[in-house]
């Protein structure tokens, strides 16, 4: 092994395969001492496993695929999983399964560069808040990573950040589809399911099985429901300024195994903003309620529509989104004159959906669209 890709960390096996990760670059042995045939694979003798010169898998003088978070290093279904936090200029994360992938390119590429980094980079131990871990969800066929006390290279700042990439987005492609709130100390899987473990810290300690009887919203000992929500992304593409009219969707809800048709348990709220522009979080009333509201939602022939958002941020030029996705309330006006709530007008749109969780329904989205004119201005 060379001497100038640090220490191994970890060995494991994938298939036939002898994964060598060290700290800077990953190197796989294979036992070449077979003969395939007609599918049929023969052992040629008693080969060690080392007679060979293991491959590095992406040759680099300093390292391409290192390693330094052995809790985010392991193998499962979908194949070798690591977290690379060592190199300083770009973090990533590697899927390995015949060939190598970096899952931390698809489309998610500057969050991975700007939020991989841990603060202590020779200190790899999430039970003391330092450090990433992982595992794989069978039920949702998932990777899930979870980061603590990490770094954000742009501010200097910590960062608990939770996230989870399946192999089924992008039409089997793959692709990362969820941040999560409640990131473990360290996460890993077994053959019973994937669970979290929570340490050092003031309100949950212990170990817990993750999708435990479909409780949605309810994280380990909490007694109160997260709300559950999504941010779809409208970009038509090109510099064509668009006016935003209105928000269609389809869903699909769901309490225990029988199905809703009533409104009443579907989405509880809806937000849209840009980059200078936010309509807060809008409760929706349904579409049974007797008293008209703005924040009423039609419904026809299985569709339901939504045009009542205007613009209530106070300063434009202030962001009332966070990078981690969180509203920023002192940004949006709870009173504001009709005549300043302006109509939605960019390039694209964020539209946020939002489930309380409060009657435990399983809600499937299946459509959710804007109705868009170009701007006359």
């Known amino acids: 092994m060379p001497t100038n890709k640090g220490v191994i960390y970890t060995l494991k096996t994938y298939s036939r395969t002898l994964v060598i990760q060290m700290k800077n670059s990953l190197f796989m042995a294979v036992d070449r001492n077979t003969l395939e045939v007609n599918n ?33 290093s392991f193998v499962c279904k979908l194949g ?99 941040f999560h709130s409640a990131n473990a100390n360290t996460l890993f899987h077994n053959r019973q399911g994937i669970f979290s473990v929570f340490n050092f810290n003031l309100q949950v300690n212990g170990v817990f099985k993750q999708n435990f009887n479909d409780l949605y919203g309810e994280y380990f000992t909490a007694t109160s429901k997260e709300k559950s929500y999504i941010d779809f992304v409208f970009n038509r593409g090109g510099s064509t300024v668009m006016m935003l009219n209105n928000i269609t969707w389809q869903l699909v809800s769901y309490l225990g195994s029988d199905k809703d048709s009533e409104f009443e348990h579907g989405l509880t709220s809806i937000m849209v903003y840009t980059n200078n522009q936010c309509s807060g979080e809008i409760a929706l009333v349904a579409t049974s309620n007797l008293i ?86």
């Open 40 to 72: 049929i694979t023969v052992a040629l003798g008693k080969g060690d496993i080392f007679d060979v010169i293991p491959d590095e898998q992406i040759a680099d003088d300093g390292g391409y695929i290192g390693c330094c978070d052995r809790w985010a």
């Open 292 to 377: 008209p509201s703005p924040n009423m939602v039609r419904y026809v022939e299985g569709i339901f529509q939504f045009d009542g958002f205007r613009d209530l941020a106070i300063d434009p030029n202030i962001r009332s989104v966070s990078d981690t996705g969180v509203l920023v309330t002192s940004n949006i006006a709870t009173t504001k004159p009709w005549y300043d709530k302006g109509r939605f007008i960019n390039t694209f749109f964020f539209v946020r959906a939002t489930y309380d969780n409060v009657s435990n329904r399983n809600v499937n989205i299946e459509v959710l669209e804007v109705n868009v004119q170009k701007s006359n201005r």
């Open 80 to 178: 070798y999983v690591v977290v690379d936090a060592v190199n300083f200029d770009r973090g990533k994360i590697i899927l390995y399964n015949g060939k190598v992938n970096e899952i931390s390119a698809i489309k998610m590429f500057n969050h991975f560069r700007d939020h991989t980094h841990i603060i202590a980079k020779e200190e790899d131990n999430p039970f003391r808040l330092q450090g990433w871990s992982g595992a794989y969800d069978e039920k949702f066929n998932r990777l899930v990573f979870s980061k603590k006390n990490a770094r954000d290279v742009r501010n200097n700042r910590f960062e608990n950040i939770g996230i989870s990439y399946s192999q089924e987005a992008n039409g089997g492609q793959g692709g990362w589809v969820s």
